[in-house]
């Protein structure tokens, strides 16, 4: 998503990261096909997260919008609130993401808008809407991940052994 210096993330959230030596803004990136489609995040927290992709160099090859644009803008976006939400032992992992285009944009910058549908512990919702720059709707996305816990070592753990922390701290 390019330089990340900019994106605003709650407090709470930027020290319970930095206490853990993780680079927050590094960790919440798209990687390089973000990069390489101009995605940016201005604000991010579990409550909303906000950020813009231009139209140039993200078309079909009739001039409009690629849907498939408007989807990694989505998962992006919700991604990163399930992440947040997740805190810093979950790792989100989308599941489901479904997009539905309502009109054509040619040129200038979109902007998407994710919103929590439902945050609970294996699970995040978000609702993504993404508008044109006369704040039309171009796009209703909504993306479902399973939040994994990480182990000590950083790694995603397998639902086995998820299950079988939970049956150990229920002993």
């Known amino acids: 998503m ?3 210096t900019s994106v605003k993330f709650p ?9 853990l030596g993780v680079d927050l ?15 940016q995040i201005l604000e991010a927290s579990a409550e909303r997260v906000v950020g813009t992709m231009p139209v140039e160099g993200n078309t079909q090859p ?3 919008l690629h849907g498939g644009a408007s989807a990694v803008l989505a998962e992006t976006l919700g991604s990163v609130g399930s992440m947040l939400h997740g805190g810093s032992r979950r790792i989100a992992v989308g599941v489901d993401l479904n997009c539905t285009h309502h009109r054509g944009v040619r040129s ?9 549908v439902h945050r609970g512990r294996s699970t ?3 609702e993504i809407v993404i508008t044109d720059e006369q704040d039309r709707r171009v796009c209703t996305a909504r993306l479902t991940c399973l939040l994994r816990e990480v182990d000590e070592a950083g790694r995603a753990q397998t639902a086995a052994e ?10």
Do not use: C, K
Request: hydrophobic share 40%; no cysteine.
């Open 2 to 4: 390019g330089e990340q």
């Open 11 to 19: 407090q709470e959230v930027i020290d319970e990261y930095a206490a």
């Open 25 to 39: 803004p590094a960790l919440f990136s798209a990687g390089h096909l973000g990069t390489r489609m101009g995605v």
């Open 62 to 64: 009739y001039g409009l």
């Open 108 to 116: 200038g910058l979109v902007t998407g808008v994710a919103t929590p």
């Open 124 to 126: 995040a919702t978000y």
């Open 162 to 171: 998820v299950t079988q922390a939970e049956e150990r701290a229920e002993a």
